[in-house]
């Protein structure tokens, strides 16, 4: 089986996630080693973690230089990756049910390269340089630069990192960031790597409210709240319980500071979520402090979101609608009394997915000319494994939790490195540009109500939100046909950015020595890239644009026919030559002209559409962008 490598803060060995039990001798192709630290050592690498680095913080803390996890995120993410199946597990009992990773067969080697306040880059090259050496197959970086904050391409050392990875024939997975929902905020979107967004699975979180009058009403969270099921905690509304200096708004929205404490203690307080000057779990703080018993936030919590995790605090989150139902309850009586209840899962929750807000989108900042994010992947309350000396949130009277729940791209990463390693270890002759094609041109644009997938704000999703769609399990180990990059398009797109040879050779480690920028280096080159997907920008006042694409058949042995199926928005015509690709034993490989006619002016500044090739058995999905400018 395969090794996948994981960049991140390390791992906690001794989760049962990361058992070797049934597992074969470590590969002698591998040449890797596990480190020795104050907390850790040889003997804490098995038959599946087989590889464990670390590198110096530059701030000199020496807390971080060990392979050992310090706060979850790397154990979480390699579970997720290459967890073994662990059954009868939970999150103190929520989300009850067998943990696996991605690709549970698959090695695991770690390179800890996060730190309390960054992930230098001299970590992240020499971890990239290290895993190049020790022999792995599959690189995940759940890691990633800030929009807006980001470095040239020239200066990203993970686009450099990953670029000398791919150079070898290793596939580099990484998150696409949590800067959304605006556009622009993709990261890591370099075309040699594979950029994963974010969705929602179909399980979510309640946490519902019960009156005294017997009535229930729905609310969203995870806690694991201590109050009775007896409704007989006092309800009040924040702005009911002010402080005498304080501001009734403040009060309204639970401001820090604006409570008088004999007016909350011992109460459930209600809380306006309009204004969001403060975080909810800050609002929540401030109740605690003047001894209140829960809180009930009005925030209209939005269909496949992150839950709040508020841990053994009583806290949810209803709807501005429900909210009507506790006002007239509260103005009803003279004593209204309530209680939150604890949370429980929902399993086949519907629509699912759905793309979150934090997910970085599109187009990439490097160029529009490839469309990113790539694919997306389930990063919405994932449960994965945890470090086992944590003391934060854990329940009165409870130990800490071995697995834990966390959102984010990062969790979403891991979940297509996963499928990319089994892959891998299926069809060993495939290059990591195979895989990747594989993986996206099988995705899947549909929820589980077989509708258009979504984002958090009821809009339907694009390909700036999820690239070619969300990742499905078994098609990619069939996908028919494949679109390969290889180093040379790589290099190109380089020029085409506007970086000459000296540059070129600065990011790539095996740039030939005849190698030149092609002398027309414009930007629009980089459209004919053969990419899974087509972007073409700067379109105002042109009538036709043309790109081509290359195909290899690892489907059908014999001859078979594909056929396309184009999905145009209204205005643009689209023509395919020839429209017919047919392969024999002796043609694997076939190439396409993609033709963009505009029978009308763009009215959008953006318009998305597909091509699909079928033979009646594969197919094979190419999404495809078009830019006004």
């Known amino acids: 089986m395969d090794t996948k490598t994981e960049f991140c803060s390390g791992i906690w060995p001794e989760s049962a996630s990361f058992s070797d039990k049934g597992m074969g001798p470590v590969p002698s192709r591998w040449k890797g080693t596990c480190m020795n630290s104050f907390n850790f050592n040889s003997s804490n690498c098995n038959r599946k973690i087989i590889g464990a680095r670390y590198y110096r913080d530059p701030n000199g803390d020496k807390v971080f230089e060990t392979p050992r996890d310090v706060d979850g995120h790397g154990t979480h993410v390699a579970a997720t990756a290459a967890g073994v199946t662990v059954p009868g597990v939970s999150y103190y009992g929520v989300a ?4 696996q990773g991605g690709s549970p067969e698959s090695r695991l080697a770690i390179y800890q390269v996060c730190f309390k306040y960054e992930c230098p880059g001299s970590a992240i090259l020499a971890a990239f340089d290290d895993a190049i050496a020790d022999g792995v197959d ?28 791919v150079e070898r024939g290793i596939l580099v997975v990484a998150s696409a960031g949590n800067g959304g929902p605006y556009l622009n905020t993709v990261v890591n979107d370099a075309p040699w790597i594979f950029s994963v967004a ?88 401030a109740v605690r402090e003047v001894s209140g018993v829960g809180v009930v936030h009005i925030s209209d919590p939005i269909v496949g979101a992150e839950r709040k995790d508020f841990g053994d605090f009583p806290a949810t989150e209803i709807s501005s609608k429900d909210a009507d139902i506790i006002f007239q ?27 979150p807000s934090f997910s970085g989108r599109g187009p990439s900042d490097f160029s529009k000319n490839i469309l990113k994010p790539d694919i997306a992947a389930p990063g919405v309350n994932i449960l994965a494994a945890w470090i086992g000396n944590h003391r934060e949130g854990v329940p009165k ?3 800490p939790s071995q697995f834990n729940i966390l959102s984010g791209t990062s969790m979403a990463c891991p979940h297509v490195s996963g499928l990319a390693a089994t892959i891998k270890s299926q069809n060993p002759t495939w290059s990591a540009s195979a895989i990747k094609s594989a993986i996206m041109t099988t995705a899947t644009q549909k929820n589980n109500l077989k509708a258009p997938i979504r984002t958090e704000t009821g809009s339907t999703a694009t390909p700036y939100d999820y690239g070619a769609g969300q990742m499905t399990l078994y098609g990619p180990f069939h996908p028919g046909l494949v679109y390969e990059t290889n180093t040379v398009d790589y290099l190109n797109y380089l020029c085409y950015i506007g970086y000459n040879v000296t540059v070129v050779k600065i990011i790539s480690r095996s740039v030939p020595n005849n190698f030149s920028c092609p002398k027309d280096s414009s930007s629009h080159h980089i459209s004919n890239i053969n990419y899974p997907s087509i972007a073409i920008s700067d379109l105002e006042g042109k009538n036709v644009v043309e790109v081509t694409r290359t195909v290899t058949n690892v489907g059908e042995e014999n001859e078979t026919i594909y056929s396309p199926v184009i999905d145009a928005p209204r205005g643009i015509k689209v023509n395919l030559i020839p429209n017919k690709l047919q392969f024999t034993k002796n043609s694997r490989k076939l190439s396409y002209r993609v033709i963009f006619s505009f029978t009308s002016t763009m009215s959008m500044d953006h318009l998305f559409g597909s091509i699909t090739w079928s033979n009646g058995k594969y197919d094979v999905r190419s999404p495809f962008v078009l830019i006004k400018s």
Do not use: M, W
């Not at 009850?96 to 943990?99: F, S």
């Not at 990203?156 to 000398?164: K, L, R, V």
């Not at 399980?203 to 009535?215: E, H, P, Q, T, V």
């Open 96 to 99: 009850a049910g067998t943990a």
């Open 138 to 165: 599959v690189i995940s970086v759940s890691i990633g630069s800030i929009p807006g904050l980001r470095s040239e391409l020239k200066y990203d050392t993970i686009a450099i990192g990953a670029f000398h990875a």
């Open 198 to 285: 974010a969705s929602s699975i179909d399980r979510d979180f309640k946490s519902n409210l019960a009156f005294g009058d017997n009535k229930v009403i729905k609310g969203e969270a995870l806690n694991f709240s201590p109050l009775s099921n007896l409704p007989k905690y006092p309800l009040v509304y924040g702005e009911s319980a002010k402080a005498k200096d304080a501001r009734s708004a403040d009060a309204r929205q639970c401001f820090p500071g604006a409570f008088a404490k004999r007016l909350v203690k011992g109460k459930i307080v209600i809380c306006d979520g309009k204004d969001h000057s403060y975080r909810i779990s800050l609002k929540v703080d």
């Open 329 to 355: 309850y509260v103005n009803s009586t003279s004593n209204p009394v309530a209680t939150i209840l604890p949370t429980v899962s929902i399993l086949d929750f519907k629509p699912a997915p759905i793309i």
């Open 397 to 399: 009277h409870k130990k």
